[in-house]
């Protein structure tokens, strides 16, 4: 059997531990930058705050409704995060942890026991420790799990958060309920396809041929079938594959017009998108990088552009790849255009030592040590020490997060105060 | 093969045989009496946290509860795996904020005890939303 445990409105929910005053009160969470909603407690959405809200459009609608908001706290998620993942490991030894808020468990052997009493025990267990509330899906194959969490979080008065789906019934009845659209990895192509040919729900889509499903939706749709069916075909991911793809992107405080600015932001995404592929111990053999201007900017058309650039050899050197990422910026600048937001994304990531030399390559790890030294002097001294020319030395990140809750669990300056 | 004149060796993959990494070197001296007897050093944490998941920290604020030895500015350490029960020093939320006290489980409402004369008794019944947060199990003070 699988369970698909997940916490409920996670970021809201960690916020509600140290500040139990917004219990029941509407709440949300902004993403980097301040710039959109990307968490709601269910009073926010009840309220029709959506997800993605631009942040300075739903300014008065906060206000008069009396909505808090706050600034995202990654510390403070990661750390609860963390917590909860070591208190679900305590249940089975089989843990994927899916995303900040998700985990898949396997429970192998447990056929004597009452996994669903089991699971209740576990989501209570959760709760008190941790005061994070998660759902708990248990059904046979993985996409039957996430089915029966969605159900669980959504009848949640009947089911007390956790549903189990365990017989024929329980089985084509939650398949019926679940659109094609919400079935676990079903993205919107094949979503608007299937709807096309009438398939509106999970159980319409387990009745198509298998040959059909593996031709037009390759052998991944075949097993996502396969498990609708309860044969669990989706195996547990125990270990977490290296990130594909690694982005630094930001919108600017303000808007930046000049070169020199630019080129300066830029080349710190760039170095930043390096520090991070040496950290997994990653190259990268491409880069994309963008830039665009304000589109909420009345009267101005908007500009947007990005150009994706091949290295001519797999690497994780800030110089390399701010040197491509700057050069790509350049080719996009246009004067007179107010930039607002520009990001580096890197791709076809590869292990570091598996790298692919090229034949007039002269470069085998030309930065390599000059690289660990950087790594380990901001690791000694803290980030931001030591910079390419190019980019500002007085400038540290300067994130907007005006709405920034405590580091409570990570920072002894920061932790509760009791009368 | 043969007749080449050249035998190949190759590899066997199948069977594996592990052998010891003696990362530190091995030095023809004379080794320390006390490697035999290494031993790991003390730690509080170890002492202190008994559960990580469950272990949350606060600081005290005030002086509700000198008797019990919380002063302003004591480290408290948190254990929420612990049930709550009658007389234990725990940290509660009620009417907005945080508070340490002792509780006092009585048949129809619960009593938040300060420790110190100056302060009065909590009375929680239903119409307080009362949270339990946690049970106090170590305090840290500087002396």
């Known amino acids: 059997m699988f369970a698909l445990v997940d916490c409920n409105n996670f970021y809201a929910s960690c916020e509600r531990v140290f500040q139990p005053q917004y219990e029941g009160q509407p709440i949300v969470i902004l993403s980097n930058n301040d710039g959109c909603v990307i968490a709601r407690s269910n009073e926010a959405k009840a309220l029709g705050i959506p997800m ?23 510390a403070l998620y990661g750390d609860m ?98 659109a ?86 830029v080349a710190t995404f760039a170095v930043s998108c390096a520090e991070k592929l040496r950290k997994q111990q990653s190259t990268c053999s491409a880069l994309y990088v963008f830039v665009r201007s304000d589109p909420h900017k009345k009267g101005v058309k908007p ?45 076809g990531l590869a292990p570091a030592e598996t790298r692919q030399l090229t034949l007039f390559e002269s470069h085998v790890g030309k930065h390599k040590a000059l690289m660990q030294a950087i790594d380990k002097i901001h690791r000694r001294y803290g980030p931001y020490q030591m910079k390419l020319a190019n980019q500002d ?10 709405h920034l809750s405590k580091r409570y669990t990570t920072a002894l300056s920061d932790i509760i105060k009791v009368k | ?62 002086q509700s509860m000198q008797g019990a030895g919380l002063d302003d500015g004591d480290l408290l350490v948190i254990d929420r795996s612990q049930e709550p029960q009658d007389k234990a020093i725990a940290v509660c939320f009620v009417d907005g904020e945080f508070t340490v006290k002792r509780l006092k489980v009585e048949k129809d409402c619960v009593y938040l005890m300060p420790e110190n004369p100056r302060y009065q008794p909590i009375k929680v019944t239903e119409d307080n939303q009362l949270q339990i947060w946690g049970v106090v199990t170590y305090v840290v003070k500087k002396v």
């Open chain 1, 303 to 347: 500009y947007r552009s990005s150009c994706t650039i091949t290295l001519p050899h797999a690497s994780n050197s800030s110089l390399d790849l701010s040197k491509y990422a700057v050069a790509a910026a350049k080719s996009m600048f246009r004067k007179g255009v107010a930039f607002k937001k520009a990001g580096v994304i890197v791709m």
């Open chain 1, 52 to 74: 993605g809200a631009p942040a300075f459009q739903y300014k008065d609608q906060f206000q008069r409704q009396n909505i808090r908001v706050f600034s995202s706290n990654y």
């Open chain 2, 1 to 62: 093969m043969q007749d080449s004149g050249l035998s190949f060796f190759k590899p066997n993959a199948q069977t594996r045989k592990m052998l010891h990494l003696a990362q530190e070197g091995i030095s023809a001296g004379f080794p320390s009496p006390a490697d035999d007897f290494k031993e790991l050093r003390i730690s509080i944490d170890q002492e202190v946290v008994k559960n990580e998941e469950a272990t949350f920290y606060a600081r005290v604020s005030g």
């Open chain 1, 81 to 178: 995060s963390h917590r909860v993942m070591k208190v679900l490991e305590r249940y089975t030894p089989n843990v994927e942890i899916y995303s900040i808020d998700e985990a898949f468990l396997q429970f192998k052997g447990f056929e004597l026991f009452d996994l669903e009493a089991e699971c209740q025990q576990m989501k209570r267990q959760v709760k008190q420790w941790t005061g994070i509330p998660v759902s708990v899906g248990l059904a046979p194959s993985k996409a039957l799990a996430k089915i029966a969490n969605k159900i669980a979080k959504k009848f949640a008065d009947r089911t007390q958060g956790v549903y189990c789906i365990n017989n024929e019934e329980k089985r084509v009845k939650a398949l019926k309920w679940t």
């Open chain 1, 393 to 402: 030395l007085r400038r540290t990140w300067k994130m907007r997060q005006e």
């Open chain 1, 180 to 265: 094609i659209g919400d079935v676990w990895g079903i993205g919107r192509q094949h979503k608007l396809r299937l709807e096309l040919m009438g398939v509106q729900t999970a159980y319409d889509f387990v009745l198509l041929p298998d040959d059909w499903v593996k031709k037009n939706m390759s052998i991944l749709g075949l097993r996502l079938k396969k498990d609708l069916l309860g044969l669990p075909f989706i195996q547990l991911e125990e270990s977490i594959p290296p990130k594909k793809s690694i982005a630094t992107t930001r919108s600017f405080e303000g808007t930046v017009c000049q070169w020199s600015d630019l080129e300066e932001r």
